[in-house]
């Protein structure tokens, strides 16, 4: 267990389906984290939330869009993806953005049929 | 050529034996994490290390800052040690993560 909760754990869904998927820390933390990890490659940064604010948009298509409405709780909604999208998607959190140790959740695996 | 490279990226071993992952990178750094990551998914941080030597029970981390190389050691591998590791650099320039591919470790019984 380490603070960082994610659901689902598994999702299915059509290219023309709009799903959410939702990581939730208890660890008092100020910065979230969504990474993609990708058969064989390394993580891949998509987005940064510090203080609630969007600080990192590594060049995401807008299919993915994320919310963060406080900062204990983020969200990457998905609509219209393709089957590349399929992979894990992984939520963090850190004490601030400057590199603390991160704390990650078990991830999301998606399918994209 | 990728900015932190590890190797091997596949590493399999007899239970007991003393394994050794690699880690180089090509970038001014501030810190290094080593983490791991079990089948099911979710990654767990080992270390975060800027300097020398951390250990925390079978588990040595080593970093030369000089030379740009850190190790991972597992002493008297088990089974359960079985899992990808995954090593990752925090730029001093801009406080952003670069992760390696990860390495593949399988310990047999």
């Known amino acids: 267990e380490t603070g960082v909760t994610q659901t689902p754990r598994h999702l299915v869904m059509g290219m023309t389906n709009k799903k959410s998927l939702k990581c939730e820390q208890h660890?008092?933390?100020?910065?979230m984290y969504w990474y993609k990890q990708s058969a064989k490659k390394p993580l891949e940064l998509m987005f940064v939330?510090?203080?609630?604010?969007?600080?990192e948009n590594n060049s995401v298509p807008s299919r993915f869009s994320p919310e963060c409405p406080n900062s204990s709780h983020l969200f990457l909604h998905l609509h219209t993806l393709q089957p590349e999208d399929s992979a894990l998607y992984l939520c963090?959190?850190?004490?601030?953005?400057?590199?603390?140790?991160?704390?990650f959740g078990e991830g999301s695996w998606l399918t994209v049929v | 050529k990728n900015e932190v490279e590890q190797s091997p990226q596949n590493l399999t071993a007899q239970e007991g034996e003393f394994i050794t992952i690699n880690c180089s990178y090509s970038?001014?750094?501030?810190?290094l994490h080593w983490l791991q990551q079990h089948p099911g998914g979710g990654i767990v941080s080992l270390f975060m290390?800027?300097?020398?030597?951390k250990k925390h029970g079978r588990l040595i981390a080593t970093i030369n800052i000089q030379e740009k190389h850190s190790s991972l050691h597992i002493t008297a591998s088990h089974p359960r040690d079985s899992a990808v590791y995954i090593c990752?650099?925090?730029?001093?320039?801009?406080?952003?993560?670069?992760w390696g591919a990860g390495t593949k470790l399988i310990i047999k019984p």
């Open positions: 970038v001014g750094i501030s810190a």
């Open positions: 660890l008092g933390h100020n910065a």
């Open positions: 990752a650099v925090l730029m001093d320039s801009n406080y952003q993560l670069i």
């Open positions: 939330y510090n203080f609630k604010e969007q600080t």
């Open positions: 290390l800027s300097s020398g030597k």
């Open positions: 963090a959190s850190s004490h601030d953005g400057s590199g603390n140790t991160i704390y």
